[in-house]
């Protein structure tokens, strides 16, 4: 498409969206300061770079055997360059404590510093981009039944204890270094997969572990701790330490920010409607935007009602300022590039087609008791020129418009990729 058909397209948007008092330009000036934190392991199966030989496990699992892969820390920066020039907007980078770089020798979890990360932060900064972290509570001989910092052992949980503690530090490091808040989730896949006499004893040993963790004060401004809840995994059917109630909870009473996967909930349930609910307890959220199908299968995010509602949410609530976009799926059936830039994109894309709504008018409709003007206009929206506003936003912030970003993508698989 021509650079002046694609301003021509966005004249006529403009002036529709006008009609119903929407400030497209408004719209595009808050999108464009609005970052999604993009999920380190989408890029390699969730393999990292410890080279234990340990599988995946505790849960998670990626499906696919796409060709080329990173296999070191160069290549999946080098792939993450690719991404963040396809992505309209200053985004972030979310790593996982398994990805540091341990120069072939062996670092246990327990023995994770800043040094093991200096790289990434040297990039992340070069590149004016904030860091977020997570410790990595899984492929690990010492998660292999299933259990961490809710182990009835004592020397598995202070092992697990301490690796969460350091990535506290880390996180702190690298919020500091960058100059931009990190944000640290912890998530750890303790369950049981059939039915439990004690549901009680982990959950207390849970609370004492995170507590224990927690202890050292850390300026918020630098870094934020985050939990995350989850309804159950696979091997963790009937049971998971960590369920929603327990972090709320946590959450609330330590004023924890808390995470919401989209797929860690009953497969009917979003959690866009749990938005506005937890911020009237909370200071701030996470959200882990993934889709799962069937089960918390995370596929590639698309731009789907569950997305729409999520970022209707956070435009209508204000709830911009207070959550952390994050992302989590994993798909090693299709390009793992393309992956990544479809389901960032759908995200952003999301972001402004909620940024279009007429919120006021639907609002003053509603307060009225004219809900069939609700639904009217509600249907309406729908079919309104988002994708010329998109196209013209994405032209401006210098990267490609429309389908454009596929032939990059697949030149660089040429060029990159298929050489690996
Ligand atoms: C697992 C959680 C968790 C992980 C990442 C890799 O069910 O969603 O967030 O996906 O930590
Ligand atoms: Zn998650």
Redesign the pocket.
């Known amino acids: 498409m021509s650079n002046s058909s694609i301003t021509n397209r966005y004249q006529l948007a403009r002036e529709q969206y006008a009609e119903l008092g929407v400030d497209v330009d408004k719209a595009i000036a808050i999108l464009s300061q609005i970052p999604v934190s993009l999920h380190c392991w989408q890029g390699d199966d969730v393999g990292g770079f410890e080279r234990t030989g340990e599988a995946l496990g505790n849960g998670l699992a990626v499906t696919g055997n796409y060709p080329g892969k990173a296999t070191n820390p160069e290549q999946l920066r080098s792939d993450l360059d690719k991404v963040t020039s396809l992505l309209p907007g200053k985004h972030r980078l979310n790593l996982h404590a398994c990805y540091g770089e341990f120069g072939g020798k062996k670092v246990d979890r327990d023995a994770v510093g800043v040094e093991h990360f200096q790289n990434w932060i040297d990039w992340a900064k070069q590149k004016g981009m904030g860091l977020d972290f997570n410790p990595t509570y899984f492929a690990h001989p010492l998660s292999d039944d299933g259990f961490t910092l809710s182990h009835k052992d004592d020397a598995v949980r202070k092992f697990w204890i301490e690796h969460g503690k350091r990535c506290r530090e880390i996180g702190a490091s690298m919020g500091s270094q960058l100059g931009s808040t990190t944000v640290t989730n912890f998530?750890i896949p303790d369950g049981y997969k059939d039915l439990p006499a004690d549901r009680k004893a982990p959950r207390e040993r849970l609370t004492a572990s995170l507590d224990e963790i927690f202890t050292k004060q850390i300026d918020p401004a630098v870094h934020l701790d985050a939990v995350?809840c989850k309804l159950f995994g696979i091997g963790s059917e009937s049971y998971v330490v960590g369920s929603h109630e327990f972090y709320l909870g946590y959450a609330v009473t330590r004023q924890k920010v808390l995470?919401l996967?989209a797929?860690?909930f009953h497969p009917t349930e979003g959690i866009a409607d749990k938005i506005s609910s937890v911020m009237q307890w909370l200071p701030r959220i996470l959200l882990?935007v993934?889709r799962g199908v069937r089960w918390d299968s995370d596929h590639v995010v698309i731009l789907n009602d569950d997305l729409n509602q999520i970022a209707q949410e956070l435009v209508r609530g204000e709830f911009v300022g207070r959550t952390h976009i994050g992302l989590?799926f994993f798909d090693a059936s299709i390009n793992r590039i393309a992956a990544w830039v479809i389901g960032t994109r759908a995200m952003i894309k999301a972001l402004l087609i909620a940024l279009l709504e007429p919120t006021d008018k639907l609002r003053q409709m509603e307060n009225e008791g004219d809900f069939t003007g609700r639904l009217a206009l509600l249907e309406e929206l729908k079919t309104m020129p988002f994708g010329a506003v998109w196209d013209y936003h994405c032209e401006k912030m210098g990267v490609p418009a429309g389908l454009a970003w596929l032939e990059e993508v697949r030149s660089y698989e040429r060029d990159v990729i298929s050489k690996r």
Do not use: I, M, V
């Open positions: 998530w995350e995470c996967d797929g860690h882990h993934s989590d």
